[in-house]
């Protein structure tokens, strides 16, 4: 039954991409808030707005129960979760469907199968797609423990089976160190989490992380390409493209073949992310997870492929099977998305809300900016820090790169501190020029690099 | 004359180092300047809140996950 009332459990640029797409589709739309985002843009953009609760994220957005509230009190007939709070959440999404409303996402049974980070590994394997050499499944005794982190060699890496997006995590670099860190890492891992479960997977050094998008509606899955996420600080991504300059056209067929097998396999509903570390000195791919979700770099896959991944979305929870076969999705050009935060790149990344005094925005060809600011509106400091997406095409990587430092010379964010030197600053490096970058190669970089990053120093 | 120990940033104050720990201050105890008497969260990061002042707290101004802006009292000393 197609969707007629859409609400937005989420907030920020993603909350404004959302009401956007539902709009284009004819679709009324609910925006729930907190009592510090009653002036967004996602607020006045809504056909209705319901507040769910006070600052603090644990009381509004993620309150299940006055999500769930408002939905039924607004009549709307639909979720859509964005990313992050609770779209990972396999309960809501039980609770969703129990209250009669359409979840835009996959069944909670996909959600919990994936949220388990061994279950989904035993899944992956189980469709013949590589994982990170390691334990198969949950480390259950100590002992064996041993032997298998011997046999893979050392350094391994001891995770939460409940954890992910970079949580839960510790490497232990010999023997003595992965003894005592197990019971440690269980521990938090139960406090962290409430389920103490733990797996151990080889370290891949300078692997380059690469992920392909997926569709699917239950029956049929097509994969969208691959973007590259490489360039992350703190395992969070900083700067990322479509497709990966890295991968060869038969390694390509084979990574993205692989996602779509594993998402046939869970016979997965809606939008996702496989996401792979890829070495290029073996030629390696392995699976590590996937995300349940629409991401924050979906835009890359969109402007590569001209198919609006939350339209589809949308489509897909409203009943319709998917809307084109594998050969009607084409990569074309090249894409690049960064994320522009409210932190200070110069005074190690400190975050500064505070009211945009004033706002020049980006244009011209392949140019697109995904925000949720204004003029005049002031960025709580409750929540995340990313203000928006600057996102470029181009008929190739490196005009692509040339026409992102164009469009970030014209961004102009008054009064917050924001990421764009940092951006600058790459999109001149002589490495992220010939893409020569792994998941560790932002970090030592920001530390030679730190006195390239003053706003001043940028202003022409 | 009364002090006060003001929040530096915008956020969420936390009088624990964590839910299920004790306040690293009560009302009664004694700060001395460079003690840790909270915590502000901005943006998903967590700042430790210094005593600037040194003094007997006689209250709290903010509660626990309290939203608070830049310059609110947290802490009244005596």
């Not at chain 1, 050969?327 to 935060?341: F, P, T, W, Y």
């Amino acid at each position: 039954m197609p969707i007629k009332k859409l609400l937005i459990a989420n907030r920020g640029e993603i909350a404004v991409r959302i009401i956007r797409a539902a709009q284009e589709l004819g679709i009324a739309t609910v925006q729930v808030h907190s009592a510090a985002d009653t002036e967004s843009l996602a607020v006045m953009m809504a056909d209705e707005a319901v507040l769910i609760g006070p600052p603090m994220a644990s009381k509004s957005y993620l309150n299940i129960a006055n999500v769930i509230k408002a939905a039924v009190d607004t009549g709307a007939d639909a979720v859509h979760p964005g990313y992050g709070f609770l779209a990972e959440n396999a309960d809501f999404a039980d609770a969703v469907e129990a209250a009669g409303l359409i979840w835009v996402g996959p069944k909670g049974a996909s959600i919990r199968v994936m949220g388990d980070k061994v279950a989904a590994r035993v899944a992956a394997q189980a469709a013949g797609v590589p994982v990170v050499p390691g334990s198969n499944g949950r480390i259950e005794d100590l002992a064996i423990a041993r032997g298998i982190a011997q046999d893979i060699g050392f350094p391994v890496m001891i995770k939460a089976a409940a954890g992910g997006g970079g949580r839960g995590i510790r490497i232990a670099h010999d023997l003595e160190e992965f003894e005592r860190l197990m019971p440690q890492a269980s521990a938090e891992a139960k406090a962290a989490f409430g389920d103490g479960g733990l797996y151990m997977e080889k370290v891949i050094e300078r692997a380059r992380h690469i992920e392909v998008q997926i569709l699917g509606d239950g029956n049929n899955v097509i994969h969208c390409f691959e973007r590259e996420c490489s360039l992350q600080r703190r395992r969070q991504k900083v700067w990322e493209e479509a497709p990966s300059a890295a991968l060869p056209q038969a390694m390509r067929d084979q990574l993205c073949a692989s996602a779509v097998a594993l998402a046939k396999a869970v016979q997965y509903r809606g939008a996702g992310t496989l996401e792979y570390l890829y070495d290029d000195a073996s030629g390696q791919f392995y699976f590590i997870e996937m995300n349940t979700r629409i991401q924050v770099e979906h835009p890359v896959t969109e402007m590569i492929t001209g198919v609006d991944l939350v339209r589809e979305m949308l489509r897909i929870a409203g009943g319709e099977p998917l809307r084109y076969s594998q050969d009607q999705i084409r990569l074309n050009g090249h894409a690049i998305e960064v994320r522009i935060c409210a932190e200070d790149p110069a005074q190690g990344f400190k975050p500064g809300p505070g009211t945009v005094t004033s706002l020049k925005v980006p244009g011209g060809p392949g140019v697109r900016f995904d925000t949720m600011l204004y003029a005049g509106y002031t960025v709580p400091p409750f929540y995340d820090s990313l203000l928006g997406k600057l996102i470029v095409w181009d008929e190739n990587r490196a005009a692509a790169i040339g026409r992102m430092a164009r469009a970030l010379g014209e961004l102009d964010v008054g009064g917050l501190p924001t990421t764009k030197p940092l951006h600058q600053a790459l999109a001149q490096d002589a490495d992220v020029l010939a893409g020569a970058f792994h998941t560790r190669w932002l970090e030592p970089w920001l530390e030679q690099n730190s006195h390239k990053l003053d706003e001043e120093s940028k202003t022409p | 004359m009364s002090k006060q120990i003001l929040s530096p940033l915008p956020g969420t104050f936390y009088s624990k180092p964590a839910p299920d720990q004790p306040q690293f201050k009560s009302v009664g105890d004694a700060v001395a300047v460079g003690d840790v008497i909270g915590l502000i969260e901005v943006m998903k990061s967590f700042h430790e809140v210094v005593a600037d002042q040194a003094g007997t707290i006689t209250a709290f101004a903010a509660e626990d996950e309290e939203p608070v802006m830049a310059g609110q009292a947290l802490i009244e000393l005596s």
